[in-house]
């Protein structure tokens, strides 16, 4: 059988890199064009941290692209879709990627061969299609040429003047609403209060709402990763996640592999790639000590290495991406209270202290003086807004008791 043709990949109009297949499950090769070399020169992360322009092509690039697709099944209702095997990484992407995670466009043909469209939803549509979630993931329709990773249950949606429409022919969404999970009621709302609270505090550009849609419990968030101009025009940000950034195969182990014990990245891993690719390295630790601080205050085990992710200027500098998964999961007695990414090497959420703070930061390096300033910062600031925002007591009061946990336990370098 003849290998398939090779796609393109375009950023912000300009085709940087081909991808091609030799046919075995989940291969991806990845060439830099000679555009994308002559406007970077080598070493530069256009793509990806793990991915850094150079003229030799690479001949494994699976882990950053298999990146762009969903887990579970969404991911099997692409390969159904698509009629490919859910192993097909190369070929799911040339099905679906011309609206990703990020700024990326994937495709045989250039993104000004279609500009796709927004079709309007009713209220009565909008709500049979988050019912039928299940049977649809991702709301994917035979014209749907769209992606996003992840195992919740979701979908992309565009805001219009005339209400919520849906993306076709990969046209780039505004927002993503994500269904409350039944097993955890209340969920939903305790998550978009954690949003407006980190956006209170400068961690997030995101709003989110709770809406109910046919009777389901739903959050609507904007996309961090869009800008919508005067004229309605979106435009995409490029962005990656921590496991792609550092190469790591987040599916293995049925998808534990996103999880630091389970051989995904650590903070010390993110604050490296910040150190290097970063403008002001100084900067970039502090602002992710104040996420990791306000993961630990809101109480969050699941911060791993898919929920935290950067973002990628023309230059090839990168930054820490905005606060986008912020649910409070002590709340809730079933989920893990191990988090995502050891913090100081402790391993109980509810357990952290000032101490592991410190002694986390002080790894990446960020002296202890400039830790103990941001933990003081953070911590005063959302013991100050959480009453403003708490949708429940119970998470208004936890967070403050965490915070004043914490300034409790700072000792003044």
Known sequence: ?????????????????????????????????????????????????????????????????????????????????????????????????????????????????????????????????????????????????????????????????????????????THILKVEDR????????????????????????????????????????????????????ARIHQEDACQATNTDATIDRGRGKYERGGGPSLAHVAALLDRHGRTDVGELEALLGLVTFTVLIGNADAHGKNISFLHDPDGHITLAPAYDTVPTVLWSKLPRRPGMSIGGCDDIGAVTADHLVAEARRWPLSERRAHQVIERVAVCTRDEIEAVAAVDELASGVADRADSLLDGLVPP
């Open 183 to 234: 097993r955890f009621p209340g969920m939903a709302a305790a998550e978009a209060a954690c949003l407006r609270l980190a956006r209170r505090l400068g961690l997030t550009t995101v709003h989110a709402e709770v809406v109910d849609v046919g009777g389901i419990p739903c959050m609507i968030v904007s996309r961090y990763d869009r800008t919508v101009g005067d004229d309605g025009a979106v």
């Open 1 to 173: 059988m003849p290998r398939p043709e090779p796609i393109s990949v375009w950023l912000h109009g300009m085709p940087v890199a081909e991808l091609t297949t030799n046919g075995k499950p989940g291969h991806v090769a990845c060439r830099y064009t000679e555009a994308a070399l002559g406007r970077w020169g080598d070493g530069i992360p256009v793509l990806s941290c793990s991915l850094p322009t150079r003229s030799r092509p690479y001949r494994e690039a699976r882990n950053f692209f298999r990146g762009l697709l969903p887990e579970g099944a969404a991911h099997s209702a692409m390969a159904s879709i698509a009629g490919v095997p859910a192993y097909d990484t190369f070929s799911l992407l040339r099905r679906f990627g011309r609206d990703v995670a990020g700024a990326l466009v994937i495709g045989a043909d250039p993104p000004e061969a279609s500009d796709g469209a927004a079709e309007l939803y009713t209220d009565t549509e909008l709500a049979a299609e988050v019912a039928g979630l299940d049977e649809r993931p991702l709301a994917l329709h035979d014209d749907s040429e769209l992606s996003l990773p992840g195992v919740q249950k979701k979908m992309t949606l565009i805001s219009t003047d005339r209400g919520w429409a849906r993306p076709v022919g990969g046209r780039p969404s």
